[in-house]
């Protein structure tokens, strides 16, 4: 009689994919990359800050506060740069659940749009402080160069263009976060505490 072979098994090697996953650093349709998660929160603790700090400015000017709203807003274009670039090169997450198909389209161009204008807008000050002759210092008495000499007529259209801009960033950041509280407290499904790093089942 003959002997009853076994297959033969590889054992896992150390570091090799059979022990666990890569670090993935780009999304996809499972989920979000732990760098798309940083960045999102990041993005969002200098935005609001900066929101924060515009509100202080219009009711007391100082230019300390200024000076770190500058460097908050220079912080921000590199950071948005970078996310709008993934956003529009990487597979976005499918969605939890079966949600409804138009609200997820609305919101998904509502966070398109907000990336993009977090490019835009930051780029849209600078010329406008630059056209005014307006210096954009950093604490410690760094200073952004100028973009552009000053020009009257430039500033005023730059600072039109900022202007019709935030309006809506505004707007679409208040339609972000609330659809993010009513998945979390309407739908309660776990679409927050995906952007907080969870593995969550589609």
Same mark, same amino acid.
Not at 47 to 60: D, M, T
């Given at each position: 009689?003959?002997?009853?072979q076994?297959?033969?098994?590889r054992?896992?090697?150390p570091?090799g @994919?059979?022990?666990?996953a890569?670090?993935?650093?780009?999304?996809?349709?499972?989920?979000? %990359? !732990?760098? $798309?998660?940083?960045?999102?929160?990041?993005?969002?603790?200098? +935005?609001? %800050?900066?929101?924060?700090?515009?509100?202080v400015l219009a009711? %007391?000017?100082? +230019?300390?506060?200024t000076?770190v709203l500058?460097l908050?807003?220079a912080?921000?274009? @590199?950071v948005?740069?970078?996310r709008?670039?993934?956003r +529009?090169?990487?597979?976005? @997450?499918?969605?939890?659940? $079966?949600p409804? !198909?138009?609200?997820?389209?609305v919101?998904r161009?509502?966070? $398109?749009?907000?990336?993009l204008?977090m490019?835009?807008? @930051?780029?849209?000050a600078w010329?406008?402080? %630059?056209?005014?002759g307006?210096?954009i210092?950093l !604490?410690?008495?760094?200073a952004?160069p100028?973009l552009?000499? !000053?020009?009257?007529h430039?500033?005023?259209?730059?600072d039109t263009?900022f202007r019709?801009?935030? $309006?809506?960033?505004v707007l679409?950041l208040?339609?972000h976060i609330?659809?993010?509280?009513k998945?979390?407290? +309407?739908?309660?499904?776990d679409a927050?505490k995906?952007?907080?790093?969870?593995?969550v089942?589609l």
């Amino acid at each position: 009689m003959s002997k009853l072979q076994t297959p033969y098994v590889r054992e896992p090697q150390p570091g090799g @994919p059979q022990q666990h996953a890569g670090f993935q650093m780009r999304d996809n349709g499972l989920g979000f %990359s !732990p760098i $798309t998660i940083v960045l999102h929160w990041l993005v969002a603790a200098l +935005v609001l %800050s900066i929101i924060a700090l515009e509100a202080v400015l219009a009711i %007391s000017h100082s +230019v300390e506060l200024t000076r770190v709203l500058n460097l908050l807003g220079a912080l921000l274009f @590199p950071v948005s740069v970078y996310r709008f670039w993934a956003r +529009v090169t990487s597979w976005h @997450p499918l969605p939890l659940g $079966t949600p409804n !198909p138009v609200e997820v389209i609305v919101s998904r161009s509502v966070a $398109t749009a907000l990336a993009l204008a977090m490019v835009l807008l @930051p780029v849209a000050a600078w010329l406008a402080k %630059s056209a005014g002759g307006v210096p954009i210092e950093l !604490p410690g008495g760094v200073a952004i160069p100028p973009l552009m000499d !000053p020009d009257p007529h430039a500033e005023r259209i730059f600072d039109t263009l900022f202007r019709i801009g935030a $309006t809506p960033f505004v707007l679409g950041l208040a339609l972000h976060i609330f659809g993010a509280c009513k998945n979390h407290f +309407v739908l309660k499904n776990d679409a927050l505490k995906r952007m907080l790093g969870k593995h969550v089942e589609l």
